[in-house]
């Protein structure tokens, strides 16, 4: 185990007046952009082909002017990277390759410095097999207190040959893997809702809740500014880890209440974790990536003694179509509206197929998707999504790289692929390496300015006309899109915070709306169509025909107008 912990700053730190200044707008999580860095993808400060803390550190500039409130930084933690960081060996230690907690704690009073709020990930459903509690569950043996911090369980069959239960892994297979006892003999299962190094805590033992109280303070006294809470929907199985009745569990997930996610013990922690969070000044945050059924069921996280905000993966699932999106909208806000919670909006993350790749091919594909498409077409798609999601009222999350307009990589070659779903050929697709290729900053370089010594996936040859450093002041590009957009975001008073738009009557597959005196307009036709002039054109996806009464807005384009 990593003892990195033991000389962690003093937790002063988080009294600094960098910290002050970032904690000096009330709410700010209600109308924040928060942009998630997928740390070994960013930036690599060393040379050796993986991002790292001190990458993230040096390209701070870079999102300050990009115009975030916030960033959300994938997992930094120890770990034998089994599922790329969400396998945690040491809660609160840097994994080497990340760096250290002296660079943590760089970042972070960095961030504070330029305005920019750092929120972690935790990930309290699972530990690695590596987790000090696990190792000693399997020395010690059955029966053993340690062993009831996890799910073992004597299998089923003659000799106990078969799991406890049906469950399957989202990563494929049986959720449970059976373990050689110390004697040698085949011995109890345990349940791994992921990959068998990832094994699930058993939160009715009290000392897993003791545990993460004590890590949240940990990384509170850091200075972190919130926690992303990855599996938000888990931890808490039904009693007695009854037969799911089903197989293909896989096609359940998000349709119905599953025994192992979303059960209602899941509010109680996170009352609990509340109290501690509110403890600490400067507006501290939660963020759930929870998988539920409805919006409605999204919604319970985020009760005023709860979570602060809940990822809208209703929203990231809807086509690009009119209709679509105006019901999903419509029940989001309604849903959030009674709990006094923001709604969310999210496009793209390092889970799923980047909206630019899906945008460009046919609905009805999911978000893993090894089609190209048009890419023309899904570009210019993804531009007017991205301004139709900045106009929406509430809190927006941008994924690393969709700033420049990057595409999916989805011909990278099977021996480089890591993605561990990849290879158990079952659950999962498999083919999140896409949209973790590390993002290109400079037209040269033996990364296109990533690192000194390539990266740890290879980039298309495209990439150099797409960089940071190709884009930056290019009129119409669209870096420069989303720059104008958070800047208009911020100046436009009638934009962020809210809970409700106003509808205007709009041709079919036109979305039309107001706020005070904002209007956007969202054209998800393959035609141009002819609209009213609804005051001074604030911003554009595509360029757009003017009159004094009329505007002409092409196909797949979103505009921008404000009255004031």
């Given at each position: 185990m990593s003892q990195q912990h033991s000389a962690a700053?003093?937790?002063?730190?988080?009294?600094?007046?960098?910290?002050?200044?970032?904690?000096?707008?009330?709410?700010?999580?209600?109308?924040?952009?928060?942009?998630?860095?997928?740390?070994?993808?960013?930036?690599?400060?060393?040379?050796?082909?993986?991002?790292?803390?001190?990458?993230?550190?040096?390209?701070?500039?870079?999102?300050?002017?990009?115009?975030?409130?916030?960033?959300?930084?994938?997992?930094?933690?120890?770990?034998?990277?089994?599922?790329?960081?969400?396998?945690?060996?040491?809660?609160?230690?840097?994994?080497?390759?990340?760096?250290?907690?002296?660079?943590?704690?760089?970042?972070?009073?960095?961030?504070?410095?330029?305005?920019?709020?750092?929120?972690?990930?935790?990930?309290?459903?699972?530990?690695?097999?590596?987790?000090?509690?696990?190792?000693?569950?399997?020395?010690?043996?059955?029966?053993?207190?340690?062993?009831?911090?996890?799910?073992?369980?004597?299998g089923k069959g003659k000799n106990g040959e078969l799991p406890p239960n049906d469950w399957e892994s989202i990563f494929g297979g049986p959720a449970w893997t059976r373990v050689t006892e110390p004697d040698g003999t085949p011995g109890e299962w345990y349940l791994h809702l992921f990959a068998p190094e990832q094994p699930d805590f058993n939160w009715e033992h009290p000392a897993v809740g003791d545990e993460f109280r004590s890590i949240l303070r940990f990384w509170l006294d850091m200075g972190v500014d919130g926690f992303r809470i990855d599996v938000a929907h888990g931890m808490v199985k039904a009693q007695g880890l009854p037969d799911l009745g089903s197989h293909e569990q896989l096609k359940l997930l998000g349709n119905d209440v599953m025994p192992f996610f979303d059960?209602?013990?899941?509010?109680?922690?996170?009352?609990?974790?509340?109290?501690?969070?509110?403890?600490?000044?400067?507006?501290?945050?939660?963020?759930?990536?929870?998988?539920?059924?409805?919006?409605?069921?999204?919604?319970?996280?985020?009760?005023?003694?709860?979570?602060?905000?809940?990822?809208?993966?209703?929203?990231?699932g809807t086509p690009w179509d009119a209709e679509e999106l105006r019901t999903v909208i419509n029940r989001t806000l309604d849903a959030m509206r009674p709990v006094g919670a923001p709604a969310t909006w999210v496009l793209s993350n390092h889970d799923v197929t980047r909206h630019a790749t899906r945008f460009a091919n046919p609905p009805g594909l999911g978000t893993q998707i090894r089609l190209a498409g048009d890419r023309a077409l899904g570009l210019r798609r993804a531009r007017a999504a991205t301004l139709l999601m900045l106009a929406l009222p509430g809190s927006a999350y941008v994924y690393q790289g969709e700033e420049l307009g990057l595409p999916d990589v989805v011909d990278l070659p099977d021996e480089v692929r890591q993605d561990p779903a990849y290879f158990r050929g079952a659950g999962q697709d498999g083919f999140r390496d896409g949209c973790r290729v590390p993002i290109p900053w400079t037209r040269t370089g033996t990364s296109y300015g990533f690192?000194?010594?390539?990266?740890?996936?290879?980039?298309p040859a495209g990439w150099a006309e797409l960089s940071v450093e190709a884009q930056t002041g290019e009129p119409g590009s669209t870096l420069e899109l989303y720059r104008a957009a958070l800047a208009a975001r911020r100046d436009q008073p009638d934009l962020g915070a809210g809970d409700a738009v106003e509808w205007l009557r709009a041709p079919e597959g036109v979305l039309a709306f107001r706020r005070g005196d904002f209007v956007c307009v969202a054209n998800t036709t393959g035609e141009s169509v002819t609209l009213p002039a609804y005051g001074r054109l604030l911003l554009t996806s595509d360029e757009v025909t003017e009159t004094p009464d009329e505007t002409k807005v092409p196909a797949d384009t979103t505009v921008w107008w404000t009255r004031a």
């Open positions: 700053p003093a937790p002063t730190s988080v009294t600094s007046s960098a910290t002050a200044t970032v904690a000096g707008r009330r709410d700010w999580w209600r109308d924040a952009v928060i942009y998630q860095v997928y740390p070994r993808s960013f930036a690599d400060s060393n040379g050796d082909g993986m991002g790292d803390l001190e990458g993230v550190r040096t390209r701070l500039p870079y999102l300050r002017d990009l115009g975030v409130d916030a960033v959300w930084l994938s997992p930094f933690y120890a770990s034998p990277q089994a599922d790329a960081g969400y396998d945690v060996a040491d809660y609160r230690a840097v994994d080497p390759m990340f760096g250290s907690l002296l660079d943590a704690d760089a970042l972070i009073r960095d961030a504070h410095g330029l305005g920019l709020r750092i929120i972690v990930d935790l990930v309290p459903n699972h530990s690695s097999d590596q987790y000090e509690w696990f190792r000693r569950a399997l020395a010690e043996g059955p029966g053993s207190p340690s062993r009831d911090r996890y799910h073992f369980r004597a059960q209602d013990g899941v509010h109680d922690i996170y009352r609990q974790w509340r109290l501690i969070l509110d403890e600490y000044s400067g507006e501290r945050i939660f963020v759930a990536e929870a998988w539920t059924p409805t919006v409605e069921r999204t919604a319970n996280y985020v009760r005023p003694d709860e979570l602060h905000q809940a990822f809208n993966f209703q929203y990231l690192g000194a010594g390539g990266s740890w996936l290879p980039q």
